[in-house]
């Protein structure tokens, strides 16, 4: 029966138009694929790929500290100066908080943190080797040793933040932190001003980029962040929508540090909170990519989805983007081209964890021999070792998808036929 089919599959490649069955497979997946992506995205102006420009990029990432297993106070181990000149690390409340340069680079700025990990362990080693970094999203201290540390570093939070939700109420002010001995740690991301007209127009208007990153960054990040703790975490703060205007720029606070587990979920976060400011920066009224962004969410749904970090309402909201994304996305914008976008459905589906094994610690003190991951920046990472992966969890899709491709691209009927009769 098998050879059977494909005898007539063959024959059928040298018929006329109006009996080739090849034409007819043509057409109806390509009618099928445009109809099911109508269902998610409904283009109402052609939308050329984003001109990525530069944006300076930073972040002040917390992670706590711990001896005998029990979490301690950072300044049990870090001076009230903090530690370092250039990439430091300073005492912020119970927590440490990494302070790298910036750069517009990803590379140069995992560089920078790694300088700052470098100076960490140094400190380690010359203070307490029985001090070890945790990264936890939320951790709970001890009553003794919360009354332990000094009053600056019992308090909740340092400069108010702001928030785009009309809803919102800044629930920290409410809480005394000497009965709340619950801290969470952030990985807040800076975009910064590069003297690029239209990059620097982008992050004077904090509130409309905001609202971009929720959709982009915030909600995507609740796809790979599934620590229940988050939930706990934005009672206090990290909630949809929460910012700073710095002097350099704009200071989106809506993550938690899950990022620092590694440099290729670095410089994710990084990439596409980039691509955030660069729609916003190349919108005008003839290709309005934000207006086109706005239309495909509920922006109620994106703040819900955050806030509660509820996984299937973020992933329908990714869905309801992600044709648009596609369409935007290049060699500049690679995230989520098309064939990295299928390799983050697996990326998504294996969760963090699962990618992710090593210490971060030890990850980031790595050489690039000792740990290729450090190496690897997210577009790097997501073709060479998830793609990979998933092509050996799913073979015969794999062999069938890489055919229909070259049946796509080719004409060639003789082409055709040693494809399709290839094992």
Request: with cysteine; net charge positive.
């Amino acid at each position: 029966m098998k050879q059977l089919i494909i005898i007539l599959l063959v024959i059928s490649a040298f018929l006329p138009k109006k009996y080739n069955i090849w034409y007819y497979i043509g057409r109806l997946s390509n009618k099928i694929w445009k109809n099911i992506s109508n269902l998610f995205y409904k283009e109402t102006i052609e939308l050329p790929h984003i001109v990525s420009q530069q944006v300076m990029l930073g972040c002040d990432p917390e992670f706590f500290l711990e001896k005998d297993k029990k979490i301690i106070g950072s300044e049990k181990l870090i001076k009230r100066e903090g530690l370092g000149e250039n990439n430091r690390i300073i005492i912020d409340g119970v927590q440490a908080e990494l302070n790298p340069n910036p750069s517009t680079c990803r590379q140069v700025l995992a560089s920078n943190i790694q300088s700052c990990f470098h100076q960490l362990d140094q400190e380690i080693k010359k203070k307490d080797k029985g001090i070890t970094p945790n990264f936890s999203t939320l951790i709970e201290v001890n009553e003794d040793e919360l009354k332990s540390l000094r009053k600056e570093s019992r308090i909740l939070g340092c400069a108010p933040s702001k928030n785009i939700d009309p809803n919102f109420k800044d629930t920290i002010k409410l809480i005394d932190p000497e009965v709340y001995r619950k801290r969470s740690a952030g990985g807040h991301i800076h975009l910064g001003k590069t003297n690029i007209i239209k990059i620097d127009r982008a992050l004077n208007k904090p509130k409309r980029l905001i609202t971009i990153m929720d959709i982009i960054v915030g909600n995507t990040c609740v796809l790979l962040d599934r620590d229940p703790g988050n939930i706990e975490r934005r009672k206090t703060y990290g909630k949809a929508g929460e910012y700073r205007t710095p002097p350099h720029g704009v200071e989106y606070r809506t993550l938690s540090n899950f990022w620092l587990r590694s440099y290729p979920l670095m410089s994710f976060v990084t990439s596409i909170s980039r691509l955030s400011v660069n729609i916003l920066s190349n919108s005008t009224k003839k290709q309005n990519y934000e207006k086109e962004l706005l239309k495909l969410v509920n922006m109620e749904d994106i703040r819900k989805a955050i806030n509660e970090n509820d996984f299937k309402l973020a992933l329908k909201n990714f869905k309801k983007i992600r044709p648009f994304l596609n369409k935007i996305s290049n060699k500049t914008n690679a995230a989520f081209t098309e064939k990295n976008l299928e390799a983050f459905d697996y990326f998504i589906k294996k969760g963090i964890d699962h990618w992710f094994k090593l210490d971060p610690v030890k990850h980031w003190l790595a050489s690039r021999e000792q740990d290729p991951m450090r190496a690897q920046g997210w577009e790097t990472f997501i073709i060479s070792t998830v793609k990979k992966d998933m092509e050996k969890e799913y073979p015969i899709r794999t062999m069938f998808r890489k055919k229909f491709k070259k049946i796509k691209r080719s004409g060639n009927k003789k082409i055709i036929i040693r494809i399709m009769l290839l094992p």
